[in-house]
């Protein structure tokens, strides 16, 4: 598997972009009140990329026999990556207002966001790591 390396690292950047965007469109079209944000082929186009992202991110652990248990980084990626899970979900169906949807929209990018610079970083902190 490790010869598909740089293979399955581009299909999981690929699928997380993917997936961050569409988020992004769904979470803005939610708030504008479109229902089409959560017509039945976007909501499967959505599960397809997660399902495509996250195979893909266990093959790369599978490969480089990387735990994210062990590893600080992937250990505050996969935090962070349920974190925006919750918000994602919140912002999308289960906020009980557009003020808490908004909020968890806007909370859940923040969040996309902390995570992808950990990612590009290798390092807990992410965007923050010069900080310290």
Do not use: E
Request: include cysteine.
């Amino acid at each position: 598997m490790l010869a598909f390396y740089l293979q399955i690292k581009m299909v999981h950047i690929a699928m997380a972009l993917a997936s961050g965007g569409l988020f992004a469109l769904r979470g803005a079209l939610v708030l504008a009140g479109v229902r089409a944000a959560m017509a039945t082929p976007v909501r499967w186009l959505s599960y397809a990329i997660d399902t495509t992202l996250l195979t893909a991110a266990l093959m790369l652990l599978t490969a480089l026999k990387l735990n994210p248990f062990v590893v600080p980084w992937l250990g505050v990626k996969l935090t962070a990556l349920v974190i925006y899970i919750v918000l994602g979900t919140f912002a999308l169906k289960r906020g009980r207002t557009r003020r808490v949807q908004a909020a968890c929209y806007v909370a859940a990018l923040l969040v996309f966001g902390f995570m992808y610079s950990v990612a590009r970083a290798h390092h807990p902190l992410g965007v923050f790591a010069g900080m310290s």
